[in-house]
């Protein structure tokens, strides 16, 4: 079942940031979004992510956010801090910051900056023992498109075997599932968390590969409990029949609505005054927001009636 203490399991979902209608950080409405998700069954917590807009925070911001919500948090579930950098000793200082502040993990992607800017493999493995050496907690490397950078399974388990800190994985490149297993076979005991991402769309394939946490988008942890918590107790046939219930607004999610779709479910229901991206983000279309709250009202999930 999902445990809230080493090895981590279960549904640990990005926490979006909050604005107000002008920009502005909303912390009030902050607190609220994260009673919600605690609420509504999250096993832990990531903050900062991609999916939490990280990219139009200020480094105040980000300090801001981190002392808050993990203040608030107050030790109810663990919380994974994102603290990916291209320097190796600005992501330390964030990941000894995020530690001192009573995280449970990092989430770190390797070192990246715009389209072409990457670094070689042997720099990759110093950039993550440095980050190793700064920190006693784990680092979860995240496996994402975004960063344009190639991490075989035959790296990550190395980094696995010889980093010390380096023990979870979030996989959310093309053919996860296969990646997955792979490196599972490769790092053995090593692998601590093989995780799924990308908002869940691939969860049933990566479970059966053997994932054993999801990091979803923020807005219906409950929905995604239907999923893993049968299925890590060993009942893979109501697994698949959640699966096939709860696809439509992952879909939604992944394919449509993507980082707004959070805010809008939770403003919906009354958790927060504000759905607001931050400019240069583009606010969704109507119709998009009206095609994700179809969906959503036909699963009846906790976001629209927790403030109700």
Known sequence: MPATTRPYRGVFPVVPTIFTG???????????????????????????????????????ERTVLMETILGHVAGRVPVIVTTTHFSTRACAERSRRAQDLGAAMVMVMPPYHGATIRVAEPGIVEFFQRVSDAIGIPIMIQDAPVSGTALSAQLLARMAREIANVSYFKIEVPQAAAKLRALIELGGDAIEGPWDGEEAITLLADLDAGATGAMTGGGYPDGIRQIIDP????????AVAAYGRWL??????????????????????????S?????PMPPPHPAARAGLLDAARRLDPLVLRWAR
């Not at 299925?231 to 109501?238: K, Q």
């Not at 439509?248 to 707004?260: D, F, K, S, W």
């Not at 759905?275 to 400019?279: E, L």
């Open 231 to 238: 299925y890590l107790a060993g009942d893979r046939e109501a």
């Open 22 to 60: 002008t920009g502005e950080l909303d912390l009030a409405g902050q607190k609220r979004c994260v009673d919600f998700m605690i609420d509504a069954g999250s096993t832990g917590l990531c903050i900062l992510a991609n999916f939490s807009e990280q990219f139009v925070l200020t480094d105040d």
């Open 248 to 273: 439509p607004l992952i879909n939604v999610e992944n394919r449509q609505t993507g980082i707004a779709t959070a805010k809008m479910l939770m403003k919906e229901g009354g958790v927060i005054a």
């Open 275 to 279: 759905d607001a991206v931050r400019h």
